[in-house]
């Protein structure tokens, strides 16, 4: 077992080095928390099948990584909704975020991938690789494709 920096989260030794700096990305207590009702969470231990979540009150719970996975894509979706895309006369799109101020430029890689400039995409890129990357933008920028 090794303890990562999310203080809550244990990894088990039969989980890959691969896999293990996807779980550091993809899995924390305030996902993991929010997926399950706003609990309270203690420990989460990410097993090679499958997610076991010790509340601070209550039964331990199971959860499947593919749920986790939902959620961890769907954080991204839903703050998508507050973005606004606009066109870019050399690049894909221009997302702006009226709240903050922020804009990201998306463009193309060599194999036809979305690719943002926002260190979420970042960090995201690095460990998934950029067919499996999604931010809030690229979330923003397909939603208004399919609209
Ligand atoms: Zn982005």
């Not at 305030?30 to 997610?51: F, P, T």
């Not at 839903?78 to 709240?99: E, T, W, Y």
Request: aromatic share 6%.
């Amino acid at each position: 077992m090794k303890v990562l920096g999310n203080s809550a989260l244990v990894v088990s030794k039969l989980v890959s080095d691969e896999q293990r700096k996807i779980i550091s990305l993809v899995v924390s207590r305030s996902l993991v928390s929010r997926l399950l009702g706003d609990v309270d969470v203690k420990r989460i231990e990410v097993w090679a099948n499958v997610v076991w979540v010790l509340p601070v009150k209550g039964s331990p719970r199971f959860v499947s990584k593919a749920r986790i996975w939902q959620a961890f894509r769907e954080t991204r979706r839903a703050s998508a909704h507050q973005l606004v895309v606009k066109p870019s006369p050399s690049q894909l799109a221009l997302v702006v975020n009226p709240l903050k101020g922020s804009a990201y430029t998306l463009s193309l890689d060599s194999h036809g991938h979305i690719v943002c400039g926002c260190m979420d995409y970042e960090r995201q890129r690095e460990v998934l690789g950029a067919s499996r990357s999604v931010c809030k933008h690229i979330f923003a920028y397909r939603i208004r494709q399919s609209s």
